[in-house]
Each structure stands twice: as C-alpha cells, then as structure tokens.
C-alpha cells in the first residue's frame, strides 16, 4: 500500500514539475559565470549646462545575444536633467518640455527610455557601433558586434567632476524582460588609445553599472526542450508533455492559414504536446570503431517569428574530442581546464541557417557532430551518448527523464522491477540541477 502510493507521487509530470522549477531558479550561468552587459557612460565633455556622454552596451555574454527588436534602455534623472540631443540612438517620448522656449530638448522625461537606430540612419545621425536595430551578438558568436553605443548631450546638469549627479534606477528591456541592471558607481575613467596607438585619451569622468540575466524573471515557463533517439533503438524520446505549458483553445495555432486569418503577424506557436517554441533534437546516428555520430536538429515551433543569430550550448563528456562539425561553427567553452565537455553551436552566414525560420517546413537547422570516442568512457549504455544540459539562446531547455531515453535493445528491464533504479535516477537528476 504504501509503496504504490510512492509510485504515484514519483510519476513523470511530478517529477518533471520538480525538475523545471529547479532548474528555472538558477539565476546565473552555470557555463559562463561573469556573463553580464556593462554599460559604462564617459563623459566627454564638459558644456554650458552639463556634459556630453559616450554611452556603451557591451554584451559580455558568451551565448546570450539581444535579438530583434533591440533593447530599450531607461533610467530615472537625479534631478531635472534633460537631453538636449541623442546621436545614434532615440528617446522614446519627448515628454513635457514647455518650459523651454527657442532650444526645443530632445526628451524632457524624468524616465527616458532610449532605443537604438536602425540600420540606414543617415550619416549624420550615426555613431560608431550604432544603428543596429538594437540586436547586440553574443560575445561568443560575434565579438564586432557584441558592442552597442550612442552619444548623449545632458543639461540641466552640473557640468564638473564634482556637481554632476549621475543617473539612477537603470533598466534594461527588449525581448527578454530579464535584466537587473546595478546601481551606477563612478570608476576609473576609461582609456582610448588615439594617434595610431601612440597617445593615451582618458574620458573627463566615467560610470558604469552591469546588468545580469535569469531566465525566472524572463519567464514563468521554459522555452525550449530536448527529445531524443537513436539508431539502436527505433522509439523516439518526445519532449516531456507540457515542457513550456499545456496546450488549450487559445495559446496555439494548429496551422499558419487559420492563424493569418485571425492574428495577422503576431508569433504564434503551433499546437504541440510541450508547446515549447523550440526543439532541440538529438540523435545518436552512428557508431564506428573510433568515432561516432550525432545529429542535431533545431526546430523553430512559432509561427511568425524567426530566430536570427541563435546561439545552442550543449554539455556532453564527449564534446572535449570533436572531430567534426557540419553546418553549423562549434566553439568549446572552457570553463575550467581539466573539464571540457561543454560547447556553444550557431549557424553559418554563408549557409543562411544563422536564420532559423518560423514553424513549418522550413523552420529547422541542423549538424552533424562526429565525435572521437575515449575508450575508456565511451558507452551507449545509460544514455550516455545524450547531453547533459542544452540551452538555446541562453535558456536552459526542459530534458526527457533519464528513465525515459532511448535504452538498448538488450538491456530490456523488467517493468516491476526498476522501481529503486527509477528513484536512484530521479535523484542523481534532481541532485544535479543543484551542482
Ligand atoms: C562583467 O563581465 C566582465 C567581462 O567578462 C567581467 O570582467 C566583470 O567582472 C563582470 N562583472 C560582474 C559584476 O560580474
Ligand atoms: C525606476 O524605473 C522604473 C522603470 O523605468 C520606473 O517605473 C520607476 O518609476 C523608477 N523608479 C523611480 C524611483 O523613479
Ligand atoms: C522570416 O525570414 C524570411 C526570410 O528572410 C522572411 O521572408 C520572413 O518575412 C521573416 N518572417 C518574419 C516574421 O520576420
Ligand atoms: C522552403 O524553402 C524552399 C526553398 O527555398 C521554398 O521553395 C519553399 O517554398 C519553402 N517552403 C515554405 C513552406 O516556406
């Protein structure tokens, strides 16, 4: 009696219940530890009624980028600044400004919120590392531009070292509503190198604040999941039921036409039994002497959305020995130098799967990885040959339960008997969503 009732409470939704909201709640990155955006302002001139800044967003994230539509960046004025003039970038509203008369400011507002440019703003609008639509690259995918600026001119301010008061309460939105930006503190002023390296520039004052992500506040559900399969085995894993939520009547579209109809271009996401916008595929293709192979396939579950520039980070023993890699480019993330087993994916350019385009017959990339086995490790026992932790664009995507995965054809359990294998499973699984 007892024991069953056991059973009951260790079936998979619960589980997977328990597992999503231990992984949700780690709130840094496990593979990239400092990730953060910093933004320093240099102040670089000194004017009538205050100064002119240098704003800079750096994107110190190796796999997390800021897609389409850009970010938005606001804070609150100390006092009753205003902005005379942005180049490179725009406020969003004007806000009240009738106590001026001939010098009409940019934005009056006591909460600015600035956005970037598109590209093709006129030349003199531009500024350097401006004008990208507000989409910043991951560090690890494109260092050129994991850089966002914009010049600022500020009145209505003190105008020294020692008057000016500097901005508060920053916020840093875009599509991903999970940035906490820092207080602002006054640091070292930054340095240029001018005069073809010869002359050091250094800004008349700088401050900085650092921005950090967690995918809780992104998100009250996850965003993507893991299904699985083999050549050994002819059953495919699935995504866990309602990995992202379950289906209903309102939160999903069962093909694109009913959906024109009724949405026009908003995302929408296809029906599916885990309702994630994105899968991530893995499949254990082949098995040679020396190597063997996977193939990995993403697939987009939203209509109306592309992902552009997606980023993938699998956690594999095996990825210290990549032989080769199709399609997409494979960069190692060395967290620690003995442990290599963890790696970033993104597509190629050239190759246009950089786009992952939006549900259906198209909405898919995909690579194959060929593998150098250790022999000492190399099993396809377990579910050995699967990984560890996925994530796509940064956020951590919902596994199948270990008891679950493809299993070997002659490795056929009894059902009654695998209850204290199920628990032992379960338990090294919860454990290691807290490692
Ligand atoms: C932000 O990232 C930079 C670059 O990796 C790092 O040097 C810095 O320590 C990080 N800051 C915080 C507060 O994590
Ligand atoms: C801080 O910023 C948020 C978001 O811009 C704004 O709603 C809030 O009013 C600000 N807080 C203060 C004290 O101004
Ligand atoms: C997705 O990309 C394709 C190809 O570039 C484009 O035709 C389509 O309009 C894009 N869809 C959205 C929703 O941006
Ligand atoms: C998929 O791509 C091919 C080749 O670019 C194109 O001919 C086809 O219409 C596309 N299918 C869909 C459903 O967009």
Known sequence: MVSSRFRLTLRPEVIMYILCSCTVVVAYDLF??????????????????????????????????IMSPGWTLGW???????IWSIVGAQATDQGECKE?????????????????????????QQFANCCKGGVVSSLGQDLENSLSAFQISVGNSGNTYRTVSLPKNFSLFGPNQGYTCSPVSVVPSSVSLTSGGRRKNRALMTWKLVCSYSQLLASDTPTCCVSMSSFYNSE???????????????????????????????PVKQC????????????????????????????????????????????????????KVSNFIYKPLLL????????????????????????G??????????????????????????????????????????????????????????KPVVIIQVLVAILYQFL
């Open 32 to 65: 990239d530890p400092t990730a953060n955006i910093t933004i320093t302002w240099d102040v670089v001139s000194w004017t009538r009624d205050g100064y002119v800044a240098v704003v800079k967003m750096n994107n110190y994230q190796m796999y997390r980028q």
């Open 336 to 359: 620690y130098e003995h442990i290599n087993d963890t790696g970033m994916f993104y597509g190629v350019k050239k190759l246009e799967n950089d786009l992952l385009l939006d549900a």
């Open 236 to 266: 495919i894993t699935p995504c866990p039921s309602c990995a992202c939520g379950c289906m209903n009547n309102k939160n999903c579209a069962l093909i694109k036409s009913t959906l024109q109809q009724m949405e026009g271009t908003t």
């Open 272 to 323: 599916t039994q885990h309702m994630c916008p994105i899968r991530v595929h893995w499949h254990v293709k082949k098995n040679y002497k020396t190597y063997w192979r996977v193939r990995i396939t993403i697939t987009n579950f939203y209509y109306n959305f592309n992902y552009t520039k997606w980023t993938l980070v699998a956690q594999h023993p095996n990825l210290n020995n990549v032989a």
């Open 76 to 82: 609150t004025w100390s006092k009753k600044e205003i």
């Open 361 to 418: 017959s198209n909405g898919s990339v995909h690579s194959e990885i060929i593998l150098k086995k250790d022999r000492k490790m190399f099993t396809l026992k377990h579910g050995w040959a699967f990984p560890r932790r996925i994530y796509f664009n940064g956020d951590e995507c919902i596994m199948p339960l270990p008891v679950s995965y493809p299993s070997l054809p002659n490795s056929v359990l009894p059902n009654l008997d695998i």
């Open 100 to 124: 001026f008369q001939n010098d009409i400011p940019h934005s009056c507002e006591k909460n600015p919120r600035i956005i970037d440019m598109h590209p093709g703003t006129p030349y003199n």
